[in-house]
């Protein structure tokens, strides 16, 4: 079976990943209501707007994150062996990458659902 996405991908950049789409989600979501409450901004745009736009970005983040833990399943072997990966073999260190990369992935995807859930209920700037 033919992959789409090269095994060349899965390097140690990959563990990175989630967690630096977890950091720039958050601070794109703080930092664009901060700006919009601050500067007046909702004379141009209203907060629905802006409460939209950062939706789309969420799901944007989510979708990366899951394409993440999506590679570090895959580079864990699809689950195939059990941690700990602790022999000083190249395989295990694989799946021990693959196997870090897949729970901080899921760390990233709570906390990114976290975050957005906080756009939902907050209310317009107070004056």
């Known amino acids: ?18 967690p630096t789409v977890w950091a720039l989600h958050f601070v794109v979501c703080y930092v664009t209501v901060a700006v919009f409450c601050a ?19 969420t799901l944007l983040a989510l979708a990366m994150i899951v394409l993440s833990a999506f590679l570090a ?5 699809f689950g195939s062996g059990d941690p700990p990966h602790d022999a ?17 992935s899921g760390l990233s995807f709570v906390a990114v659902a976290y975050l957005a859930i906080s756009l939902i209920f907050i209310a317009e700037c107070q004056s």
């Open 1 to 18: 079976m033919k992959s789409f996405i090269p095994r060349e991908i899965e390097t140690l950049w990959t563990l990175f990943t989630a």
């Open 39 to 57: 500067k007046g901004l909702a004379l141009h745009l209203s907060f629905e707007t802006v409460r939209i736009g950062l939706g789309v970005f």
């Open 73 to 77: 399943w895959r580079q864990w072997g």
């Open 88 to 104: 000083p073999t190249r395989q295990d260190r694989r799946f021990f990458q693959g196997f870090a990369t897949l729970l901080l």
